[in-house]
C-alpha cells in the first residue's frame, strides 16, 4: 500500500478566552521582540510529541485514537502564572493533575503498543506547559523576555472536555479532528 507520511501530535488545545488570552502572549512576543515561532501553532498542551504516521490512514488513526478517548471523563486543569525550561522555552504553567497524567501516560502506552510510535523522551519526561515562546528565543536577550513575560498575569480554570489531534499543514499545526471526553 502507498504511503504518504504526515506529521501530527496530540494535545489539550483550549478554545474562547484562554486561547485568545495565550494567543495575545504570544503575538505581543512577537511584536516586541520578533519572537514568533510559537505562532506557527494554536495554544495547546502537548500530551502526545510529534510524530510521522502515514496520512492515507488518517480516518483510521482518528478512529483509533476516538476508541481510545471514550473512556476518559473531562476534567479541569489550573493554568497559573509562568515558568521556563532554562533559557530556551517560555511558558504558561499548568498545575499538578492526576487526571492530565493519567491520560497522558495512558496514551502514550496506547501509542507504544498500538499504534507502534515511538516514545520520545518528552513523552517519558512530561511536564505539562502551554509555550509562549521557543526556537526563536535569543539566550542573550532572554532575561528581557523573562521580565516582560513575569509583568503579565495568567489565570484560568482550563475545563478540558476533548482533545485534540494536530497535523502540519504548510508550516502550520492545525487542530484537525477533536475527541471528546464524557461528562
Known amino acids: 500500500m502507498a504511503t504518504q507520511p504526515a506529521k501530527y501530535f496530540i494535545a489539550l488545545v483550549p478554545e474562547g478566552k484562554i486561547q485568545d488570552e495565550a494567543s495575545n502572549l504570544k503575538e505581543e512576543m512577537r511584536d516586541l521582540f520578533n519572537i514568533k515561532y510559537a505562532l506557527k501553532s494554536p495554544a495547546h498542551i502537548t500530551i502526545k ?65 498500538e499504534l507502534k510510535l515511538i516514545n520520545e523522551l518528552s513523552d517519558r519526561a512530561f511536564h505539562p506547559h502551554m509555550t509562549i515562546a521557543f526556537k526563536d528565543i535569543k539566550p542573550k536577550d532572554f532575561d528581557i523576555y523573562w521580565q516582560h513575560i513575569q509583568s503579565k498575569r495568567f489565570d484560568a480554570l482550563y475545563p478540558v472536555r476533548n482533545v485534540a489531534l494536530l497535523k502540519r499543514l504548510e508550516g502550520k499545526w492545525i487542530v484537525v479532528y477533536r475527541f471528546i471526553l464524557k461528562e
Request: glycine share 8%; charged share 35%; hydrophobic share 35%.
Open 49 to 113: 510529541m510529534p510524530f510521522i504516521y502515514n496520512e492515507l490512514k488518517e480516518e483510521r488513526l482518528k478512529g483509533r485514537l476516538g476508541k481510545f478517548f471514550e473512556n476518559y471523563h473531562s476534567f479541569d486543569l489550573q493554568l497559573k502564572g509562568f515558568g521556563r525550561f532554562g533559557r530556551r522555552v517560555i511558558f504558561v504553567d499548568v498545575k499538578p493533575s492526576k487526571e492530565l497524567e493519567r491520560l497522558q501516560q495512558d496514551l502514550n502506552k496506547f501509542c507504544k503498543t
